[in-house]
């Protein structure tokens, strides 16, 4: 606290906000508040927690958001950065491949989560070892929450619905 400037000289970091060179984005998904600090001329990317060198990157409703997480990779995507600094793990050197197996990687688990659901709500717990069948049973805590995700989303979309304690796909007509 001694090092910092007084409050008055403090603000909030926001989309498009200049900081010494670099450009405030606003990606949010990983955390609804999250940023990424883009340098355009040499086409760097400090991305925290968005995308990670090495593991997967746990997106935890409500403050995660599916939706936003792949629109926010493919904002990055689109960026065409030539090096991205993680919060986790080693500097990624070829951003378009690992943002593009991240992407590639969600749409895949979300298909798997769709084929896992049908008319009958099933629970969370039901809906895991379906839908999660590659990911060891250790994992299941974080899956869980990466599966509420990919619910949220589908239910935004019109794809699936919350009834009662379960979950089911929605029919095409409703």
């Known amino acids: 606290r001694p090092h910092l400037p007084s ?7 926001e989309e498009g906000a200049a900081l010494a060179g670099w450009t405030v984005w606003h990606t949010p998904g990983h955390r609804a ?3 990424c600090l883009i340098e355009p001329e040499r086409r760097i990317g400090v991305v925290g927690d968005l ?11 409500p403050d995660g958001h599916m939706g936003q997480y792949l629109a926010s990779l ?10 991205l600094l993680p ?3 080693p500097l990624v050197v070829q951003p378009r491949l690992l943002l593009e197996m991240f992407i590639t990687h969600r749409l895949e688990r979300e298909q798997k989560v769709l084929a896992a659901l049908d008319d009958t709500p099933r629970s969370l717990s039901a809906l895991l070892p379906i839908a999660y069948g590659d990911t060891s049973p250790a994992l299941y805590g974080l899956a869980k929450r990466s599966l509420l995700a990919h619910l949220s989303k589908l239910q ?3 794809r699936a619905a919350r009834e009662g304690g379960g979950w089911r796909r929605e029919s095409r007509d409703g």
């Open 87 to 89: 919060g986790h793990g």
């Open 7 to 13: 409050e008055g000289a403090l603000r909030p970091l």
């Open 156 to 158: 935004e979309e019109g």
């Open 51 to 61: 995308v990670a060198g090495a593991g997967t990157v746990i997106i935890n409703p």
């Open 33 to 35: 508040d999250h940023l």
């Open 74 to 83: 493919e904002r990055l995507r689109a960026a065409d950065l030539a090096l």
